[in-house]
């Protein structure tokens, strides 16, 4: 009986110091990983001081620096306010948020429009009205169609024509902004983003006159069309022939006229002691 129990007491002081050793390490790791979480590796990154909208150029008031965990800085970041002075912002940025590359122009590439239009493009300028800009709705970041509407030499009827479809628009008036909350504009010039080839249209286009098309920014396609003309909408009607109608016989003419001349005759006239000669009617001859 006392071997027993031996046994069991043996066995059981075993078990209890193996469970006190994985105790201890379990213990003692985390208290390593949170020494290690401690001494996390912060680096510098620059941030918007103040939100900063689409156009702005960056002044030294408007970033600072921010330490952030190296994990957590973005490949484009930066970690010098040097490298984003005076650099235009292309895409709207928040306060508190990082700077990154994607967000800015080039320093020299001008301010406004300028810096972001991309290589290869063209901002070209239209004049429009309240129905032509779909009554101010045609805002920064919206796709269009454009319309030329003129009576080309040849043609008898007024055409209109799709010239360009899917075309970007960079501003509404001043306004290069987009405005989330889709107020109307009221402008007359919108900026188009176009094409080399699509500003020459697009200029020629203007002798005409232009009509903006609003189209979803999600639909990309771009469909064939021949143009429309006037007389496509008003076709005119058949006149009926007029009946030929028998001409009147013209009247005879009136015959000629026959004068008659009178026939005369001298006679001798004696009265007392004065002689006379008169003519006497004696007929008519024709």
Known sequence: MDRRLLTVVATSLL???VLSAVFYQVVMGTRRGGSRAGRVDLRDLV???RALPFGATIKAADVKLAKYPADQ???DGFARLEEVLERPVISNI???EPIRAGRLALRGSGMGLAPI???GMRAVAV???DVAGVAGYVLPGMRVDVLVTDHPAGRESTVTKTVLQDIQVLSAGQNIDPDGSGKAINTPVVTLLVTPGQAETLTLATEGRIQLVLRNSNDRGVEKTTGRMLSDLFPTAELPKPERVAAAPRPAAPPPAVHLARVTDDVVVIRGNTRTVEQVA?????
């Open 15 to 17: 078990v209890a110091l």
């Open 47 to 49: 941030v918007a001081a």
């Open 73 to 75: 800085v973005p490949a």
């Open 94 to 96: 928040l306060a508190e």
């Open 117 to 119: 239009i991309p290589p």
């Open 127 to 129: 004049r429009v009205n």
């Open 282 to 286: 004696i007929g008519k001859s024709e």
